[in-house]
């Protein structure tokens, strides 16, 4: 497993040792030891999500406050998808900047989200199946979205026409949201 953290360094891409022939292949798509190695702390997953979108529909930008924020473990097991994570830590040097990366079934890279991030996605294939694992279950109450296209950000997305959720329409702009300490 390699694992490199991106320009914000709390978030990690993570590309597993593949071995493949012409049967196929097989990989370690987590390891709770190795993981928490690269991670520097003990990590408990609660929750598995999986979702299917097709080309164009994006989702998010996405998190849960305290005391129900998530970390994350995210990963594309069919089809591409540009996925973003934006940092709104107060505290942080890297506050209010993002980062991006194509996951693809072919590629199998992986991205660990820390709590304190912002994290959405953009359908890049004709359909994408997209697995994450949660630190903490899902609250309504807590969850807030930010708005993907706020020039504040200025998220470069590869496409600019998408299709949104209603919750997603409905999000705050970058400067209205409630961030992290």
Known sequence: MKVTPFAIPDVLLIEPEVFGDDRGFFFE????NKFEEAVKRKINFVQDNHSKSIKGVLRGLHYQ?????QGKLVRVIQGEVFDVVLDIRKSSPSFGKWVGEILSSDNKKQ???PEGFA???VTLSDTAEFLYKTTDFYSKEHEQSILWDDETIGIVWPMKEVSLSSKDNAALSFNEAKYFS
């Open 29 to 32: 798509s987590f390891n709770q």
């Open 111 to 113: 991205i660990w989200i």
């Open 65 to 69: 406050l305290p005391p129900k924020a």
């Open 119 to 121: 994290h959405g996605f």
